[in-house]
């Protein structure tokens, strides 16, 4: 396939919309009762309701619509007082029942948003709507001696709780798009509702994407791109997307609507249905389950329940904490970072050194142990003592520096090492004069240079003492008695 | 065996007259041997009943209560799952299906003590008015062995009318437990829409579909009703309304009850089948009942509407016999569609087939509005014409069937005829209301004839009340 230069590009305005779905973090499946462990043996996560036995009827969990609804909030949906389960028709081996059970025309909520930063521009991606619905199993065609013939299929995931978040057509490229799936995904991992591991399937995305001159208003005819499986993948499919429906309508091409499917090995989007062979799915009210009412108790009850969101929080480090907004935006990537972080800046009561100290001393022996901050052997607490010290004068910098490595190794307060190495600040004020009047008598050069107007050499003699001092010399005084006694 | 009653049993096991194992060796025995005459069973479950009948006579040695169905011979409609036991659904599909799991109703009758001896003949899926479209033959009326009993529980009608089973479980969608009922001269309950569970009852049109008894009188069916009834957290349909003793209910006092008869339903009903049910009429106001004439404006529109909603309801559910799994498969089929396509093909009997295709047709892109969802804003018209009704009567009395049993083969190559019969009971299955038939007499050929009893949601007490008093009087 040709695809179309950059300059060609440029002239295009591409226009893309998201279709995740999410597996929810119930532990059991969406109409029985059946664990949602993974990783089971095929087919033994089973029952007469998910695997579609004859006169088996679903009953819905409210756990998974408890989750559901949590999710609707964080992405500020208006979650409707009824919504209504709706049979989608489709013969496929690993589809028991012959319909998936979903929402249609009464999803469980509409109208939300997700705020995203592309290049410092904020921008709000609309959420057109949540609908809750049941997974199937999987096909399993490979992997058997017989695989050229047979396929097998595991039910172990079918009625998996499944939301499907539809997004409007507000991304205009695949930068947005990319920032979008962040940020849902955060706000998700922080309420709860799923794990969001792309790698075990519980986040999939599909992508429309369609090109339109710039200017124009009537969007062009749109391709779903489908098997989107990870961040990068997303990306690569709409940029691969964009370029070729480009060179197709450059040269006098017409697009249809079709689902694609991307391939991860060649980088390319193929077609898969084009729209003349696309299901009808014979839509109708699921006759087996009752309307679903969400109360507005119950939907105040969860509210109240929900964690700050990431983008909040994100904001109020900025104005509450000080901090700048890329630290913000660095220790609110997770929900145990930020609860951590909120920790060790109360603790220290300096949150803008313990904004430092985590993401650059204690981030930096993570990662070299490979660890997340829910693994770390120095707890928040600990972290926040030890910033507590530096900031009141009680532990130079340097000292603590030396501290943290020995706290990550002995999961110790910082306190005791402090004690048993004498590593606390020098308060005898006579001992660092002493100390600063011997480096001006070792140095009588470097004090004639500094008289003489080359003040750059007073870090050299700040180092001497600190030298001297085993870094337990308070560098704020040592500069200041330097400077004094130097006039 | 022939006569007994749940009445009967109780008295004969609690006087040591006979035992529990004794009484289901004879139902078992009398029932194989009259099988042949109607083919009303389409298989036995001896170990099952005896098995069943021991722990009632253990009950009883321990002196302990037999229970509400202590030691009662039970015959069940083959399209409700009983573990261990086929459960075929009269279609070749499921000619070998074994039920992994018993339905609640099934679970709640030999919990109180029922015996299931036996399954019975039906139309495929319980798609028909005749049982003549089972694909291991049609059943004969006991009344009159060249006629059919109904359909489509006609299996479990028969058994009752002809004394090898005391009571039976049928499954009425638009009729099939008021129709075949009436033509065997017996009593048929469809109990309000949510009553009793549809767990387990294999589904032809789920919002339709319910399993109701069968029994020679008011009061045995009445029991058996109560037995299965109430809440079960497996059927997000099934209601919360507590279930109230029949039994009290039925103080054969019917006095100044107020009775409609709706003139729709009487401008079509002719010969021996008019003739007996307006004597009912006559019958009732002499025991003390207020009749007036009353009107179901939308009645005309009923069989239109049924048959788009349990045929699109229908192509759904019968999705899941594709093949796949545990349905009878085809052989040699080299592709997935061709899997499907024989399996299905050679599998499904005319009849579902017709109603699958006419389901996926109602509700194929561009047809739902016009037929699904004006079918689903029509019936709730017809549900509203009876909620005004019964602001007004107490009960609604009318026909079941225009006509009695006819003949096997006479309206076979006829559907539309066939639909027909259902007239006058798919009203009260699209409203989800208690409806019954009770016989009300016999044509001069010997054939019975119900009259059917209408009564408001979960109105079932009145409808006992004012159909004990009816047998009654």
């Not at chain 1, 998974?64 to 709706?86: D, G, I, Q, Y």
């Not at chain 2, 298989?43 to 069943?52: C, D, N, T, Y």
């Not at chain 2, 003549?132 to 049609?138: C, D, L, Q, R, W």
């Not at chain 2, 997000?236 to 507590?242: G, K, L, Q």
Request: aromatic fraction near 8%; charge should be negative; proline fraction near 5%.
């Amino acid at each position: 396939m040709e695809l179309a230069p950059p300059e060609l590009i440029a002239k295009y305005q591409p226009v893309i919309g998201l279709e995740v779905h999410v597996q929810l973090a119930t532990r059991t499946k969406i109409f029985c009762s059946c664990e949602m462990a993974f990783g089971a043996p095929p087919n033994t996560n089973v029952c007469p309701v998910c695997l579609a036995l004859p006169g088996a009827l679903p009953v819905l969990s409210m756990d998974a619509v408890e989750l559901a609804v949590k999710a609707s909030l964080a992405l500020h949906c208006r979650v409707n007082p009824v919504s209504r389960f709706a049979r989608k028709n489709y013969f496929y081996p690993d589809s028991p029942k012959g319909y998936q059970i979903s929402q249609y025309d009464e999803p469980l909520a509409e109208h939300g948003y997700v705020d995203i930063t592309v290049d410092g521009v904020k921008k709000r991606i609309g959420v057109t709507r949540v609908h809750m619905e049941d997974d199937a199993g999987k096909s399993v065609h490979d992997g058997f001696r017989d695989s050229d013939r047979n396929t097998y299929v595991d039910l172990n995931r079918c009625g998996a709780p499944l939301i499907e978040i539809v997004s409007e057509p507000d991304m205009r490229s695949s930068d947005e798009a990319y920032a979008y799936l962040t940020e849902l995904k955060q706000a998700l991992q922080f309420v709860e509702v799923s794990t969001c591991d792309m790698e075990k399937g519980h986040l999939r995305c599909d992508a429309n994407v369609s090109v339109m001159l710039k200017g124009a208003e009537k969007f062009g005819t749109r391709a779903e791109v489908k098997n989107l499986n990870s961040f990068r993948f997303l990306k690569l499919a709409i940029d691969y997307e964009i370029a070729r429906q480009v060179a197709l309508v450059e040269s006098g091409g017409r697009m249809v609507q079709e689902t694609r499917l991307f391939n991860a090995d060649s980088g390319e989007t193929v077609s898969m249905r084009s729209k003349e062979d696309a299901h009808d799915y014979r839509y109708f009210p699921e006759p087996d389950l009752v309307p679903l009412r969400v109360s507005d108790e119950w939907k105040a009850r969860l509210a109240a329940s929900m964690p700050e969101l990431p983008a909040d929080k994100r904001q109020r480090f900025v104005t509450e904490y000080g901090l700048r907004e890329y630290d913000a935006q660095v220790l609110t990537l997770t929900r145990p970072m930020s609860e951590f972080y909120e920790e060790v800046a109360s603790v220290s009561g300096d949150p803008k050194t313990a904004a430092n100290w985590l993401m650059g001393d204690l981030a930096g022996l993570l990662k070299a142990a490979g660890k997340e901050i829910e693994e770390s052997p120095v707890s928040a607490k600990h972290l926040g003592e030890l910033v507590a010290m530096v900031s009141k004068g009680e532990l130079t910098g340097k000292s603590a520096k030396d501290v943290l490595p020995k706290m990550f190794e002995t999961g110790e307060a910082p306190g005791p090492i402090v004690d048993r190495e004498g590593l606390k600040t020098m308060s005898d004020m006579g001992a660092v004069e002493k100390i600063i009047d011997d480096v001006i008598a070792a140095n009588p050069k470097q004090v004639e240079q500094y008289k003489s107007g080359k003040t750059a050499v007073m870090g050299f003699l700040v180092g001497q003492v600190m030298k001297a001092s085993r870094g337990q010399a308070a560098a704020n005084v040592v500069n200041d008695m330097l400077k004094t006694k130097l006039g | 065996m022939t006569k007994h009653t749940i009445s009967s049993v109780r008295a004969g096991l609690l006087s040591k007259e006979f035992s529990a194992v004794e009484l289901t060796r004879q139902a078992l025995s009398f029932a194989e041997a009259e099988n042949p005459k109607t083919n009303a069973y389409l298989s036995f479950s001896p170990e099952r009943a005896l098995a069943a009948a021991e722990r009632v006579d253990a009950r009883i040695a321990a002196g302990e209560d037999p229970g509400a169905l202590g030691g009662v011979p039970v015959a069940v409609k083959d399209v409700i799952l009983t573990k261990g036991l086929k459960t075929t659904c009269a279609s070749k599909l499921l000619e070998n299906f074994i039920a992994p799991y018993d339905a609640t109703a099934i679970e709640r009758i030999e919990a109180a003590g029922g015996v299931i001896i036996g399954k019975t003949n039906c139309d495929e899926f319980a798609m028909g008015s005749s049982n003549e479209n089972s694909a291991f033959g049609p059943v004969r009326n006991p009344v009159a062995l060249d006629r059919v009993p109904g359909g489509s529980s006609g299996g479990s009608a028969a058994v009752v009318a002809q004394g090898t089973a005391v009571v039976s479980l049928g499954s009425d969608t638009g009729g099939s437990i008021r129709q075949p009922a009436s033509f065997c001269g017996i009593v048929g309950v469809t109990p309000t829409y949510g009553r009793v569970s549809r767990y387990g009852l294999v589904a032809f049109a789920s919002s339709l579909d319910h399993i109701g008894p069968f029994a020679r009188n008011t009061r045995d069916a009445a029991t058996l009703l109560e037995v299965m009834a109430g809440r079960d957290p497996k059927d997000a349909t099934s209601a919360e309304a507590p279930v109230p003793s029949y039994a009290a209910s039925m103080t054969g006092n019917v006095k100044g009850l107020k009775i409609g008869i709706p003139v729709e339903y009487m401008k079509h009903a002719t010969g021996e089948t008019a003739d007996l049910v307006n004597a009912s009429f006559r019958k009732l106001q002499a025991m003390g009942c207020e009749l007036r004439e009353i009107s179901l404006p939308n009645t005309d529109y009923a069989i239109d509407t049924y048959y788009i909603i349990c045929t699109a309801e229908a192509s759904s559910n019968l999705a899941r016999y594709d093949g796949v799994r545990y349905t009878t498969r085809s052989q040699n089929s080299g592709t997935l569609s061709d899997l499907y396509k024989n399996t299905r093909g050679e599998g499904f009997g005319a009849e579902v087939k017709r109603r699958i295709m006419l389901g996926t047709y109602v509700l194929s892109h561009g047809y739902y509005d016009a037929y699904y969802k004006k079918a689903q804003m029509v019936r709730n018209l017809i549900t509203q014409d009876f909620n005004k009704a019964f602001t007004e009567v107490d009960a609604i009395v009318a026909p079941v069937s225009p006509f009695p049993a006819f003949k096997l083969g006479e309206k076979v190559n006829d559907p539309i005829s066939m639909y027909l019969s259902d007239i006058y009971t798919i009203t009260g299955s699209l409203a989800g209301i208690p409806c019954m038939s009770t016989p009300c007499g016999n044509t001069s050929e010997g054939l019975p004839v119900g009259l059917q009893i209408l009564c408001k949601h979960f109105g079932e007490e009145t409808m006992f009340r004012l159909a004990d008093a009816f047998e009654n009087s």
